[in-house]
T-cell receptor, first 115, second 114 residues
């Protein structure tokens, strides 16, 4: 199998604070992980591609200084939402790419609510 | 034109019937194709992957790919109420120097009725 975990599964924070979300591939190494955001009743939107040992690649319109991504090891990527605002409230989902099949496996997601 | 298009549904089929989900894509150089199932409030779960023209079967699921027509479909045989979910079509292409990233359709909501 290919198991990806995310922590926390949900978080509520005050406006202006920062929140860190962890994404781990548990049974395979992932040189590449992806971060998505999904608003209610909408499709997944890719935010950024996280590459182990190098800078993340952000999609157009995604602020790199607001959404900090670190991929320090082959099994861990983190997304930090800095100075969160209510409009950042969303379902954040990571995926890890399994190299041998070029297939992405998703974590369970983190529901962020900013008050 | 959207890069990956799906009918949003809902597609309603009776229990035991075949559900047919369709997807078209615009990027001719797409190389990998995936179907994910997403239950409400949950993250996507991989159902099928397909890379070459033709059919690929896995249990009750069959994925069909026609690159000439830029069309990929998913058939679900003997549909069960537990199959009721949103099915996301995803298309992958290689980015220069990086791993392939996926472009998702908006999903088709499937309802299997008793």
């Amino acid at each position: 199998g290919a198991v990806v975990s995310q922590h926390p599964s949900w978080v509520i924070c005050k406006s202006g604070t920062s929140v860190k979300i962890e994404c781990r591939s548990l049974d395979f190494q992932a040189t590449t992980m992806f971060w998505y955001r999904q608003f209610p009743k909408q499709s997944l939107m890719l935010m950024a591609t996280s590459n182990e040992g190098s800078k993340a690649t952000y999609e157009q319109g995604v602020e790199k200084d607001k959404f900090l991504i670190n991929h320090a090891s082959l099994t861990l990527s983190t997304l930090t939402v800095t100075s969160a605002h209510p409009e950042d409230s969303s379902f954040y989902i990571c995926s890890a790419r399994r190299l041998d099949t070029d297939t992405q496996y998703f974590g369970p997601g983190t529901r962020l609510t900013v008050l | 034109q959207k890069e990956v298009e799906q009918n949003s549904g809902p597609l309603s089929v009776p229990e035991g019937a075949i559900a047919s989900l369709n997807c078209t894509y615009s990027d001719r150089v797409s190389q990998s194709f995936f179907w994910y199932r997403q239950y409400s409030g949950k993250s996507p779960e991989l159902i099928m992957s397909i890379y070459s023209n033709g059919d690929k079967e896995d249990g009750r699921f069959t994925a069909q790919l026609n690159k000439a027509s830029q069309y990929v479909s998913l058939l679900i045989r003997d549909s069960q109420p537990s199959d009721s979910a949103t099915y996301l079509c995803a298309v992958g292409r290689i980015n220069t120097g990086t791993a392939s990233k996926l472009t998702f359709g908006t999903g088709t909501r499937l309802q299997v009725t008793l």
